[in-house]
């Protein structure tokens, strides 16, 4: 049987579309990404006619800046459009969490070693979670799957140089965030292992309930960013970067109690999604699953 | 009311529909991923115009997909093009050590290294089966410029699987098949 290139090109077609599956919520998401969109168009007519009304206050006031009704009305322009942001996001995809050296952190695989220093990253049910020492070097690797219900975990040790592989039952996600408390319900910060950290409901709550004000503009990255500082006396302190376009979440850098903490929203680069899968160091021996024997529940992963 | 029984009627329809405009957009962006923001960008169109769309929506859809991919939609998102093509190279790495190379598979990872409009029109005429004037007056260009795109882009593809772009090996068995005749 002979085919030519038109022949490969439709039957390659029809393999790769084979394994695209139905698309879920597209209607709502479109629905929403319209919906921000005219918002937008609306706030910078808005904003337009603010910056005169602005010139013009100037002009009668003979130069002085009328103060905290201008300051507090932007805050709340900014506030009101993070929040429509979020709203229709679904790009918020790697998410790195960094905690500082300022209180070691426990290891969760070797009692008594702390850590200096945490990562972990985040997408659509995998976490990896890596333990670091003051020098750098790993400690421990965690990667958690939750595919429906079920979480594959795979433990790297790289004191003894082993690892291990089992399944269990996917924790119950952590509630959501409601409150006006910075630190209520632990914060996004203290996810349960394998879990997702919920920010955008979050910095929705936080924002909504006025914990963060604006604090002026500055870049990260090269991206043009607006800043929002949490306000009041919490242990926990927080500043908020947010894209001056978009204005979804680029950073949050911030402290809380005995701990430092950078959090940064990426892009789902094939660099970054490699960071989320186990890499098995060669020569590393793998240990028999210490739960072998109990009721472990089976899914394909 | 009005507003969210539009999206109630248009979530009805894509659990119909969905998967199949789905496919063609991934095709038109070369991943699942850009595919579902095409998908989002004709729906959102849809729902900006959905008091001027009589009966069923799909052709609208279809015809606003085609159109976006053929214009370049989103070009200034450079890093999206890069971020395929970076895709296609490490897939590329990794098959170069499986040996089990499918040489239809890497034929359609060439797609996203063609212009726009060349990708469009061979999706059009090599998946839809449509011909050169329903392409024509889906793109609303001549039947000639449509030929033309199909024959340079199956050139461009010959090209890029004779250099190995996509997988060495695979594309070069691709190419020396072709020559053959034997697949």
């Known amino acids: ?301 | 009311m009005g507003h969210d029984q539009g999206v109630e009627d248009l979530d009805r329809f894509l659990a119909v529909r969905g998967r199949d405009l789905l496919r063609v957009a991934s095709l038109l962006t070369g991943s699942q991923e850009s595919g579902e923001d095409l998908l989002q960008a004709a729906l959102e169109r849809l729902l900006r115009r959905r008091g001027h769309i009589d009966g069923d929506p799909e052709g609208y859809l279809r015809r606003t997909m085609y159109n976006l991919a053929a214009d370049g939609w989103r070009r200034q998102a450079v890093w999206r093009s890069k971020l395929v093509l970076l895709r296609v190279r490490d897939a590329a790495a990794v098959r170069d050590d499986t040996a089990q190379v499918d040489q239809r598979d890497a034929l359609v990872r060439l797609l996203v290294q063609l212009p726009p409009r060349q990708r469009a029109v061979l999706v059009l005429r090599y998946w839809e089966q449509r011909t050169e004037s329903e392409i024509a007056a889906l793109l609303g260009c001549s039947e000639a410029a449509v030929k033309a795109a199909a024959v340079r882009g199956l050139r461009r593809l010959r090209e890029l699987a004779g250099r190995g772009q996509a997988g060495g090996r695979g594309c070069h068995q691709l190419v020396a098949t072709e020559r053959s005749g034997k697949v």
């Open chain 1, 1 to 301: 049987m002979s085919l030519g290139i038109e022949d490969l090109l439709t039957e390659g077609m029809e393999r790769f579309a084979e394994q695209i599956p139905a698309p879920s919520g597209l209607a709502r998401r479109a629905a929403r990404a319209r919906r921000q969109r005219r918002l937008r168009s609306r706030a910078v007519a808005a904003a337009g006619t603010a910056a005169l009304a602005a010139a013009a206050v100037l002009a009668a006031t003979g130069g002085q800046a009328p103060g905290t009704a201008g300051h507090a009305l932007t805050t709340a322009f900014v506030i009101k459009n993070v929040d429509q942001a979020l709203a229709g996001s679904h790009k918020i995809a790697v998410i790195s969490f960094r905690a500082g050296p300022l209180t070691p952190l426990p290891d969760p695989v070797h009692p008594g070693i702390r850590g200096a220093r945490v990562v972990t990253w985040f997408y659509r049910g995998a976490t990896n979670n890596w333990v670091f020492d003051p020098d750098g070097m790993p400690y421990t690797e965690e990667q958690f799957l939750t595919v429906g219900g079920v979480q594959r975990v795979i433990t790297v040790d790289y004191l003894k140089k082993t690892w291990i592989q089992h399944t269990q039952t996917a924790m119950e996600p952590a509630g959501k965030q409601n409150g006006c408390d910075l630190n209520s319900l632990g914060g996004p910060w203290y996810v349960p292992p394998g879990d997702s950290p919920d920010w955008p409901s979050f910095i929705r709550s936080t924002l909504r309930c006025g914990r963060f004000a604006l604090a002026g503009h500055a870049r990260v990255d090269g991206v043009s960013v607006i800043r929002l500082i949490s306000t009041g006396r919490d242990p926990v302190s927080l500043t908020l970067f947010v894209s001056s376009s978009t204005y979804l979440p680029i950073e949050v850098n911030g402290l809380i109690p005995g701990a430092s903490l950078r959090w940064r929203w990426l892009a789902p680069s094939p660099a970054n999604l490699a960071k989320l899968s186990a890499v098995i160091p060669h020569g590393f021996r793998q240990l028999p699953d210490p739960f072998r024997g109990e009721e472990t529940p089976q899914v394909e992963f």
